[in-house]
């Protein structure tokens, strides 16, 4: 995230199922009250994925709930979002995304200069063995530091 923005929500999730190779800030085409609503965080993406469609990145699987003080002029909350980046930025994704087991997942969404902005990941999958490392290395982590404070204190 970009320095001065103001975080919305992140994919915990995400950062707990995929290595992240790579990240790219982009922005995200809304309409009307979808703004409103990611504003105020009424947003749910946790199996959220991104995909490159005739030179287009799509994010799919992103929930925007409907805006509670609209009439009958409200969005579709799970309508595909198109994401705003360069031609080449987009060449550079699709090529990495090309490989095998690599995947455009949304990792965070925030606001910079008041406008909603999502960092995208190139991401890898990782097995259940790479997930019990992951939990191991955080716990030992955790352990350190208390005995570190622990110490300390004395």
């Known amino acids: 995230m970009a320095e001065g ?9 995400a950062r707990y199922d995929y290595f992240i190779e ?13 703004v409103k609503c990611v504003k105020a965080g009424n947003l749910s993406f946790p199996d959220a994925f991104a995909e490159i469609i005739k030179g287009e990145v ?29 031609r080449d930025q987009i060449k550079r994704l699709a090529r990495k995304v090309d490989e095998k087991g690599y995947t455009l997942i949304p990792l965070d969404f925030y606001l910079k200069n008041g406008r909603v902005k999502v960092t995208l990941g190139v991401c890898k999958g990782k097995k259940a063995y790479d997930k019990r490392e992951t939990i191991k290395a955080r716990d030992n982590d955790r352990l350190m530091a208390r005995e570190f404070r622990k110490g300390l204190n004395g």
């Open 5 to 13: 923005g103001k975080k919305i929500a992140e994919n915990r999730k």
């Open 22 to 34: 790579d990240s790219i800030e982009c922005g995200i085409a809304l309409v009307g009250t979808e």
């Open 58 to 86: 799509w994010v799919k699987g992103l929930h925007i709930a409907e805006y509670s003080y609209s009439s009958v002029f409200n969005h579709n909350p799970d309508r595909a979002k198109k994401l705003l980046l360069h």
